[in-house]
């Protein structure tokens, strides 16, 4: 079942390292993107396995930035599931000039170890570019938003509600940079606040290996500030991917 699901996994990816290295040309009506693969097994004394999985596209339409993401995570030990996660997102900014953009996105999330069978945010606000060079950029966001968490059935009865709603303020920081010629830094951090915090926070290093194929290294934090019964505020993950641009 492990060879199964790598070889899937390893036939997804291969489409688009086939068109790695197109390039992206700014007011056009034309795609860009990232694919993401990584992959662990370990057998023998000890069956383990894990799989991350992401594409991003960007697509320019005249004044409009279009982004998608589709993101999937999911781990095993001794034939139990210790991790998994799926998340999906689609994000319009309209730029009112170079550095000045409208944004309004919808994301939709499942993670079953946080106690939520999903959860769906849905915000519009302002975008500002204080850095936009060949070498490096900063930009962040900010502005009202919505989110809707639904429980799962057992902490439905043990909470005695089934859903948690709240209005909230979105705020995104995005800085990137390049190391060298050949490497690239970035930090990403992405708050929703309300009746508590949810906060997520992206670190990684991507490192040309050759052509439009790299090595991304990224360690990620989830922080919940006021979770379910018996759930972990703090969540972690460090992942060791490939990554094809195109």
């Known amino acids: 079942m492990k060879k ?5 996994a390893i036939t997804l990816a291969m489409p688009f390292a086939a068109h790695a290295g197109s390039e992206f040309v700014e007011g056009d009506a034309t795609f860009a993107g990232e694919a993401e693969l990584g992959a662990t097994l370990t057998t023998g004394n000890t069956d383990t396995s894990s799989f991350k999985a992401r594409l991003a596209l960007k697509q320019e339409l005249g004044d409009w930035e279009n982004q998608y993401v589709a993101e999937g995570l999911y781990k095993e030990d001794t034939d139990e599931v210790t991790a998994k996660r799926y998340f999906l997102g689609v994000q319009g900014d309209y730029q009112i000039d170079d550095i000045s953009y409208l944004f309004a996105n919808t994301n939709y999330e499942v993670d079953p170890f946080t106690g939520y069978d999903f959860t769906s945010t849905t915000s519009a606000g302002y975008g500002h570019r204080f850095i936009d060079t060949d070498r490096m950029s900063l930009k962040a966001e900010a502005g009202p938003g919505y989110i809707y968490q639904q429980l799962d059935d057992e902490l439905s009865v043990s909470e005695g509600y089934d859903s948690d709603s709240s209005v909230v303020v979105h705020a995104v920081v995005d800085f990137q940079t390049k190391v060298g010629e050949s490497s690239k830094f970035q930090q990403k951090f992405v708050a929703d606040w309300g009746e508590k915090l949810d906060a997520r926070s992206e670190t990684s ?35 060791m991917t490939l990554l094809y641009s195109f």
């Open 205 to 239: 290093l991507t490192a040309n290996i050759i052509g439009a194929l790299a090595m991304k290294f990224a360690v990620i934090v989830r922080y919940n500030s006021d979770p379910l019964d018996a759930k972990e505020s703090t969540d972690t993950e460090t992942n």
């Open 4 to 8: 199964l699901l790598l070889t899937a």
